[in-house]
């Protein structure tokens, strides 16, 4: 029953985003009829002082279903990417988040498009009357689809099944999805495996959560739920991030998994390295008058300095300064202690907390790109002090270090400025065991949203300063 009802879930929220892409083809397709064909028809030419227009590019039937397909085909990728088809998944206001970068940068590259078809630059205003007609009718049809799915499909009520640590922490974390799951009940691993299959059997549950539980406990507890079609939601311990990116080898009739003693192929490493420097030249360039006023915002607030400098740790531990615009108060850390900023942190100056909220005070890192300090992604340097701090508790701190700093990350993408250090490290692992050339495409596309995701430079609780013990990991 539970597999029948998700699979027509699955054809519901398939069909609720294919409409959602048609109802944007095809204001597309009117504008192109009405303003960009008419256009693209009359090509642009000159001759000295002189210009005039002659019969430019003609299509048919099928040149018009092609242009239809590629702004499909744009729509897809990049909607994909930003995840604005997770209608369910996400919530409403979250989806149209995405959904505004994924027609923009759609709407950009088609201007461009056109522009070249017509052999001269378009008019901007089609392109932005079309724009927010689209923005308006995905917001009424991303509102109406949502309510259907929850009205058909209610959250989850789930079995949380738990160890020794505190829940409160996850709890905490499924309220804030509470139109998506509802956690019922609850029963320790203790109390064993005949009590909670009985629990589960009798409670009408959709789905079990195994949390901080021994491994050897976990696993009956996971053939059990496999061997029933029970849904089940597990975080993993920091042994099954590193096989999530083994390789399968097949050296006999037994499945072999690889786990290399380098994770990313030293040809990888050469193309990200190349991608490194281009990409930084061309972005110092690009950012140069921002940053040039930047810098000038923060002198002249209180005359202090511009560039803040602080050493952190990049590949195999090795150390360097940091550069980023100042955001602070110039005796924000007189004690010499190190801490994360916190929530409302009275030591941010006004043209600090600006800078940070849209990461402009980052730019200055991409000196520390180019010297070849640090990468445009992979984990974000620590402190040594806050490195030496954690690994007292968690020794695979250590593993992330396997790779290049970076100014953007895996960790900084799916979790949040506030996220725990050790759920930080199991993002930055997953990164590391499953790159790709294509991974670090889609992270660099996906910083783009959270530059503008209020929570991901939220500051920690003051408590979060704190290394975290490693949630159940000594009994895997």
């Not at 803040?308 to 195999?316: E, N, S, W």
């Not at 909220?357 to 300090?373: C, M, T, Y």
């Not at 495409?441 to 929570?455: A, G, N, R, V, Y």
Request: aromatic content about 14%; glycine content about 6%; charged content about 25%.
């Amino acid at each position: 029953m539970n597999k029948n009802r998700e699979n027509i879930k699955r054809c519901t929220v398939l069909l609720l985003s294919l409409i959602d892409l048609l109802i944007l083809t095809g204001i597309y397709g009117a504008f192109w009829f009405a303003q960009f064909y008419p256009a693209v028809r009359m090509r642009r030419q000159a001759y000295g002082n002189v210009v005039y227009y002659t019969e430019g590019l003609k299509f048919y039937l099928r040149g018009h279903l092609l242009i239809l397909f590629i702004y499909l085909a744009l729509l897809w990728f990049f909607l994909s990417t930003y995840r604005g088809l997770r209608i369910g998944y996400l919530k409403a206001m979250d989806l149209f988040f995405s959904q505004i970068f994924a027609i923009g940068i759609v709407n950009v590259l088609t201007y461009f498009q056109t522009s070249l078809m017509r052999n001269w630059v378009m008019p901007v205003l089609p392109y932005v009357m079309m724009t927010v007609a689209e923005l308006a009718a995905t917001l009424l049809w991303i509102l109406f689809a949502d309510a259907i799915y929850r009205h058909i499909f209610p959250p989850k009520r789930l079995l949380l099944i738990y160890g020794d640590h505190p829940v409160e922490e996850i709890c905490r974390k499924f309220a804030t999805r509470k139109d998506k799951y509802t956690i019922t009940d609850m029963v320790h691993i203790s109390e064993g495996e005949e009590e909670i299959c009985r629990r589960y059997a009798g409670g009408g549950y959709d789905a079990m959560v195994i949390w901080d539980v021994p491994t050897t406990r976990r696993n009956l507890l996971l053939k059990y739920c496999y061997g029933r079609n029970i849904r089940i939601y597990t975080s993993p311990k920091i042994s099954d991030v590193l096989i999530s990116g083994s390789e399968q080898l097949h050296l006999f009739d037994t499945p072999i998994f690889l786990i290399r003693e380098q994770p990313i192929r030293v040809e990888l490493l050469a193309v990200k390295r190349l991608a490194d420097i281009l990409l930084s030249l061309l972005l110092i360039v690009l950012t140069s008058p921002i940053m040039l006023i930047t810098a000038l915002a923060v002198y002249f607030y209180d005359r202090g300095p511009v560039i803040y400098r602080q050493l952190r740790c990049t590949r195999d531990m090795k150390e360097f300064y940091i550069l980023k615009f100042r955001s602070m108060r110039t005796d924000a850390e007189k004690d010499g202690v190190a801490r994360l900023a916190e929530k409302h942190d009275a030591r941010i100056t006004p043209v600090g907390r600006f800078i940070r909220s849209v990461r402009i005070d980052e730019l200055p890192q991409l000196f520390n790109i180019l010297k070849g300090e640090m990468s445009f992604i992979g984990p974000r340097p620590e402190r040594p002090e806050k490195i030496a701090e954690y690994l007292e508790t968690m020794p695979e701190f250590a593993f992330r270090t396997q790779v290049k700093a970076g100014l953007a990350g895996y960790a900084q993408v799916y979790g949040k400025y506030n996220t725990t250090p050790y759920d930080k490290l199991k993002l930055d692992l997953t990164y590391i065991e499953n790159y790709s050339f294509w991974l670090d495409l889609k992270l660099m596309l996906l910083t783009l949203k959270i530059l503008f995701t209020p929570d991901a430079t939220e500051g920690v609780d003051a408590d979060q300063n704190k290394p975290q013990k490693d949630e159940g990991e000594t009994n895997a």
